[in-house]
């Protein structure tokens, strides 16, 4: 599936560094399988990922997301400036694939999220601690 195959979209899919992701959501993904991910840029740059598909989803999971991050594509595309994009699924022949969306947005990996949330809870433990002692 390609989109600017004919025109140049001039995407600019970082917004600025606000964006560093493809998100992808699945109806159904009965096999486990690839997409790849072949963002191009006129001047000459593109950019190549895949995202691993664990397949075994029969209905619609509105939580389950699979991430591809600008970072861990190889290549030298300019994000702030995407002219096509390639997207190539690979999966057993008889599977059923339903995507619901394709987003490009910000995404914070998992392990990264638990270290924000290091913080948040010490200052709730700090927090319980003074007020305890108040009492």
Known sequence: MSYGFSTDLNANLSQN????SFRFLFDVA?????????ASTTA??????TVNIAGGLNAPDPDRWDYLFFSSMT???????????DFQFETAQNSDWTIKEIIVGFTIP??????????????ILYL??????KA
């Open 44 to 49: 000459g740059g593109s950019s190549t990922g």
């Open 110 to 123: 998992e392990p990264g999220l638990g270290l924000l949330l290091v913080p948040v809870l010490g200052g």
């Open 17 to 20: 560094g606000t964006n560093n």
């Open 75 to 85: 290549g030298g595309a300019d994000f702030s400036d995407i002219d096509r994009l």
């Open 30 to 38: 009965d096999f486990a399988g690839t997409i790849q991910v072949i």
């Open 128 to 133: 319980r601690r003074r007020l305890s002692k």
